[in-house]
């Protein structure tokens, strides 16, 4: 029997530098797309594909998250008294829908060192990592294409999408060869190698990593035994490639758009594309974009 995935870790102890001042006090995890915070967004993805138990690496200064998903007494109180009903519901709903615990990353050591740092909370079972700067707007939640993929082959998943050359050396990239599936799906690769951060000569495809992963256990040795990577931090692509040498990995080019919204022109495009989806705004904001002169 293969595992469940129940579990979805955020790493979200980075220092978001690359969208200071408005990071300066503030975590990057919090800057609202039309009205929601981003890891609200990467919450309910894990939500809608089946994962309720939410595990978040913070760092200093993110205190706002974890207020974020709590009960605010003062704030329900409030509402409840001025009978704004539609308001109330939609800040319960934030923290009535899953079960949150945190764990501290004392230092941003890189993306590898924060997954390690959830080991405990993680424990002994397959587990999903959503890196909640790629929001990705698609019909089935990206993390459950992924453990859907997981569920039929039990080993662990990575998210693809194809990349121009010049922007590859942004991503981790991997080597891999298509997997014809029972299911005809002509987006499953099998992993050959991967590598965190090439030049453009160097990197193996234009198939790069987003920030969704189904993971299973293994993955916490791997990462225990490598040494720093690219930029000096212990990077996730390299556990996963250390653990290659003994796991089959599969990646999944996902069906659905991703916004890079930890870049500042990802983050315009996806606030623009949102709000247009939006049922209240959208009609309004669609006139006004029309009107400007560009
Ligand atoms: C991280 C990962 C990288 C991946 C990317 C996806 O990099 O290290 O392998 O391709 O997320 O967004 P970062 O964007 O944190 O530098």
């Known amino acids: 029997m293969i595992a469940k995935v129940r579990k979805a870790v955020f790493p979200a102890a ?9 990071t300066k006090a503030q975590p990057k995890e919090m800057l609202p797309l039309v009205d929601k915070p981003l890891i609200q967004y990467g919450v309910e993805e894990a939500m809608q594909s089946g994962v309720q138990n939410i595990i978040i690496v913070t760092g200093r200064g993110k205190s706002a998250i974890e207020d974020h998903f709590d009960v605010s007494f003062e704030l329900e109180h409030l509402l409840e008294t001025r009978s704004k009903k539609d308001l109330l519901a939609t800040v319960r709903a934030v923290s009535d829908m899953i079960d949150v615990s945190y764990v501290r990353q004392k230092e941003a050591l890189g993306l590898g060192h924060a997954v390690l740092r959830a080991r405990e909370l993680v424990n002994d079972e397959p587990f999903s990592v959503i890196l909640s700067d790629d929001v990705i707007d698609s019909e089935v939640p990206c993390l459950r294409q992924l453990i859907d993929v997981y569920e039929f082959y039990g080993a662990p998943v990575v998210a693809l999408m194809e990349v121009p050359t010049e922007n590859i050396s942004a991503y981790g990239v991997v080597d891999a060869e298509p997997v014809a599936h029972a299911g005809g799906r002509d987006r499953l690769y099998r992993v050959r190698n991967m590598v965190e951060k090439p030049k453009a000569s160097d990197a193996p495809s234009n198939l790069a990593i987003i920030g969704r992963y189904v993971l299973t256990p293994e993955v916490f040795r791997s990462l225990d035994a490598i040494e720093p990577g690219s930029g000096g931090e212990i990077q996730l692509t390299d556990g996963l490639k ?17 916004y890079d919204a930890g870049d500042k022109l990802g983050f315009l495009k996806a606030t623009v594309e949102f709000a247009l989806k939006r049922h209240d705004l959208g009609e309004e904001f669609r006139c006004y974009l029309q009107g400007l002169k560009l």
Not at 14 to 21: E, K, S, W
Not at 242 to 258: A, D, K, M
Request: proline share 8%; aromatic share 16%; charged share 25%.
């Open 242 to 258: 250390h653990l290659l040498r003994s796991r089959p990995i599969y990646g999944y080019r996902f069906e659905g758009t991703r």
């Open 14 to 22: 980075g220092l978001g530098t690359r969208f200071l001042p408005a």
